[in-house]
């Protein structure tokens, strides 16, 4: 009983002590580097024109691409699980393959299709569209790399919950689309909530794919990730430790938004 424990209290400070290392530190070290000289240096940094350039494209890129991967996770999800089609294995590598292509060549990818020279490049800029160093294409490389966290996470639920409640509600004369509002989607609302927080924070915090597709173009296609590459290359370290502050805050906005959401249903 002693050696057990023994172990459980071991287990229990490594993690506190790894997440310690890897989260906590970090994080403290950078809130006193950014205040260290004072609120007012903060204050300027955040009110650059640059800096709320690249906050609005962040959010921007945020407010288009998560609700559009909440909708195709949560439809490939009931795809995957509910329909018997053929090449769901197709269907599941797919989603799966951001996880395993790198970003960078994610963005590459996108400028070969898109770019001037692209297979759509010289279309898109005959209609007078410009994807590639602009706002679309800053968008789709960011949906694209934060495509699978919902579908990951609803998958499971689906699979666990069943659809008993599903035929029994068909059974009764309930229409697809109100089975869906009123039995699957209420089943599945926190396979859904973690995956929109997961996607958040891979969108807010998207680099590779970005600086490929962006041109990093200061005022115009900068995202904040970007904005804090480049003022720690110029040496600018207030202004990289306080924009660095503001992604981490709101990430962690989203993840407390999602928690008293829940405790609240609980409540209820």
Known sequence: MTGERLTRWGLRYFALAYLALLLII?????????????????LDSITEPDSIAALKLTLLTVVIAVPLNTIFGIACALLLVRSNMRGKSIINALIDMPFAISPIVVGLSLVLVYGQNGWFGQDLAAMGIQVIFSTPGIVLAVIFVSLPFVAREVVPV??????DQEKAAETLGSGPWNTFWRITLPAIRWGVSYGVVLTTARALGEFGAVSVVS???????????????????TFQSVGAYTSSLILAVLALATLLAMNLMRRKENHE
């Not at 970090?26 to 903060?42: A, H, R, S």
């Not at 041109?215 to 115009?220: A, D, L, R, Y």
């Open 158 to 163: 689906l699979q666990e919950v069943g659809d």
């Open 215 to 233: 041109g990093k173009i200061s005022g115009q296609t900068e995202t904040l990730p970007l904005y804090v590459q480049k003022q720690f290359e």
């Open 26 to 42: 970090p994080l403290g070290y950078m809130m006193i580097e950014t205040f260290k000289d004072g609120i007012q240096p903060v």
